[in-house]
């Protein structure tokens, strides 16, 4: 049986994911502690603020180490917008601070070539599937998505990027790596295709 955990980590939009997990009619509940983290199929980590803000909160309420261990039991697990940095190993908003290190990958502020274009990045932007991505397979070339953001993984290149977007110049847009997934956009505020590609999360055996 599907039980979809939204981790509540004190600065989270978990009600927009949850009205989207719904609108897939998922089962699902809010994990605020690490007992939590067990009774669910997969687990969703969604977050809105600073990376250090983030892994701070996470870790003050045993949360940090218990999604490591889920992890390691092979327990599927989304990151979204700064919930997705935050599986990163490391990130460089206010300074270098550690996280959870399910990805080898770092996050860094958005430096867009073009000085026209704004920091944050609000709005649609499309977003580009690798062919070899397991999460879009299927889904074409590239689909829309509703983005918030000021910071992203470093390196569009790495062997855990599966699509990327452009914001003047190729950025990080879905990771993969085994059982842990992130989406820098947000995929409750996507709308139609925005639904499709959570559902794949939610498809993913554990």
Request: charged content about 15%.
């Amino acid at each position: 049986m599907v039980l979809v955990g939204i981790v509540d980590c004190g600065i989270s939009n978990i009600r927009s994911v949850g009205n989207a997990l719904s609108a897939l009619c998922t089962e699902h509940m809010h994990v605020s502690g690490p007992a939590d983290l067990q009774k669910c199929s997969h687990l969703i980590l969604p977050g809105d603020g600073t990376f250090s803000a983030g892994m701070q909160s996470l870790t003050q309420r045993g949360l940090a180490e218990g999604l490591r261990a889920e992890a390691a039991k092979g327990k599927p697990i989304l990151g979204i917008c700064l919930g997705m940095q935050l599986l990163a190993k490391e990130g460089a908003e206010f300074g270098l601070h550690t996280g959870l290190n399910l990805i080898p990958g770092r996050v860094t502020k958005l430096q867009p070539s073009d000085p026209g274009l704004p920091v944050p990045q609000v709005g649609w932007n499309r977003v580009y599937f690798s062919p070899s991505s397991r999460i879009a397979e299927g889904m074409g070339e590239f689909s829309t998505y509703y983005f918030m953001h000021s910071y992203a993984y470093e390196d569009p290149e790495a062997s855990y990027v599966s699509a990327t977007f452009d914001y003047a110049g190729k950025s990080v847009a879905i990771i993969e790596h085994e059982n842990i997934f992130g989406f820098q956009f947000h995929p409750e505020k996507s709308q139609k295709a925005g639904l499709a590609i959570l559902s794949r999360f939610v498809g993913i055996k554990g």
